[in-house]
């Protein structure tokens, strides 16, 4: 599995996928993951439970097209992405980004451009359950400028 | 004929998850857009903010060219993550 995605609804277990990463190399020196979770407010709206919604077929050619994209700039050794869709709540996780390599700078590096592009990219949508009612979430500007900085690199 | 797919809030605001276009005179994303609005003017509110669109699962922009088979999706900025 030393470069490869999961669009799932179950749960992941961070451990074992720490170590199917690192499973077969002995050159990974330098292993950087990232979890996203459901928080409890967004933009001061009390959230009780999200859905997630993805474009099947779409999401998994992007995911793939951004794995492909992050060896092509950095010697990546393996990457994983896990992303969950369904019904979630707060403090599920929703997202594992795990990367390694022989050096940090490149496994920092290519994690973080893993989830800026996932992030304007990937066809996911969450939409809110909160005291108030359903609620889609909206593009975050942030996201798009974080994604950008990688364009010029 | 082209099938045309609505995603997230779209779909919800347009009440449709997808329907069937013929492919007949519609050469790009523009033209599908213009003829969806023709039979349905009350979705011009919704296709007025910012949309994405995917041919075959690829981003395309509007002037990237229909033809029939195609699979066509209209959807709202993406909010994964």
Redo the contacts between chains.
Sequence with gaps: MSFSIAIQTQDFDVGSEYGALISDDTAAGAVVFFV?RVRDTNYARDVKSLS????P??TE??LQQILDEARARWELIAARIV?RVGELHVSDQ??FVGVTSMHREHAFQAAEFL?DF??????????ELTGQGAL?????SK?VTASLRWKNE | MIKV?F???LR?QLGVAEVQVPASHIRDVAELKEYLLGKNPQWEQFFAG?LLV?IN???AKSDASVKSGDEV?F???????
């Design positions: 996203g997630l919604e993805h474009y077929g779409m050619k992007i992303h929703i997202v989830m996932l992030k304007t990219q990937a066809p996911f949508w969450k939409k889609w979430i909206e593009e975050n996201d | 797919l995603l997230a809030q919800e910012k995917a699962h690829e981003y999706a959807f709202p900025p993406v909010t994964g993550g």
